[in-house]
């Protein structure tokens, strides 16, 4: 009969098989060694800086030759109306609408 002390010891090496297995990359490989990324934007012109973030990744990593897909949610959704991308400034970068720009420009889709 198997003791407390080994039913848990078997159970521990599960549960860190689980978290091995679970802890996978983020960013798949697809063809021709590029990587697909999801950026998730949650900030919005509360605060500015935060805000910019995913969208200078995002064109950074499309430069790269990766592929890769925003995805703004909460806060960060007021950010692609034009009143409000015109008007936010992040603390030492250039203004949002400048990165915002950019992203278009690389044809990164965005998912609101």
């Not at 860190?16 to 919005?44: D, H, I, R, T």
Request: aromatic share 6%; charged share 15%.
């Amino acid at each position: 009969m198997p003791t407390r002390r080994t039913s848990i010891g078997k159970g521990a090496h599960a549960c860190a098989a689980a978290v091995a297995a679970g802890a996978a990359p983020l960013a798949a490989q697809s063809e021709g060694g590029k990587q697909n990324y999801l950026l998730l934007g949650l900030c919005g012109s509360e605060n500015p800086t935060r805000a910019n973030f995913p969208f200078v990744w995002a064109a950074a990593l499309r430069d790269a030759g990766n592929e890769v897909r925003l995805e703004l949610a909460g806060d960060a959704v007021v950010l692609i109306r034009h009143a409000v991308a015109g008007s936010v400034t992040p603390v030492g970068w250039p203004p949002f609408s400048q990165a915002l720009a950019k992203v278009i420009e690389l044809k990164i889709p965005i998912f609101v």
